[in-house]
């Protein structure tokens, strides 16, 4: 069932995402941007969210219903917000949640890292070295989750956040090329079907541009 494309109101606009990927019963795209997924890494398995809303199970039956989307990070995007719902069932080094990345260049992964100090959720970018937010203790397994990552490369500061608080930030770098190429994969690993996420997700919103704080929160509330 397609849903009507996701918006929310702040005291200064009224906006849309550039990208909002829902998975009921199909992936679709509701933004009017034209930017469809253009291939699922195994056949997709939808299930019931348990929350009156379809689910992409990513882990369906020992495989992951990853999706790769055209998404030209460099080329078009100083400054971007990614905020998704997860629903993790299981825990384990390299379940990513999204990525976007060479195997072993530039790009950014969102996943599940054993040896992140308090607890092992977090964002990882590697444009400019090896580095990564904080541990996110507080995604707990077999309950729903709303997490959101902004990046702006005028100072190079990453924001990671969880249900509705701010949760790390650091210093990431500014990044110059080499990410035009490569597609972002929800669910999955660009480069490695194995990293695949364990567990269920639902809208997938991407914004070309840095939310502030109050925008993030009020978003990761409402859907």
Known sequence: MRRRPFLYKTTEERTMPFTHYTFDGDIVEHSGNNRHALQYMTTPVYIDGGNGKKALDCNATGTSSGVKTPFNFDTTFQQWTIICKIYPTAQGNWYNIFDKKYSNG????????????????????????????????NITLNAWHTIAVKFNNNDGVVYAYCDGQLISQYSAGSYTSGLENQPL???????????????RMQDFLI??????NEEIILIMKQI
Request: hydrophobic share 20%.
């Open 185 to 199: 994969t929800i669910g999955n690993s660009v480069y490695s079907s194995s990293r695949y996420f364990h567990g």
């Open 106 to 137: 530039p790009g950014f992964t969102y996943y599940y890292n054993t040896a992140r100090p308090n607890g092992g959720w977090g964002f990882d970018s590697t444009w400019s070295g090896h580095k990564e937010s904080g541990g996110t203790g």
């Open 207 to 212: 914004y070309n541009k840095a939310l502030t």
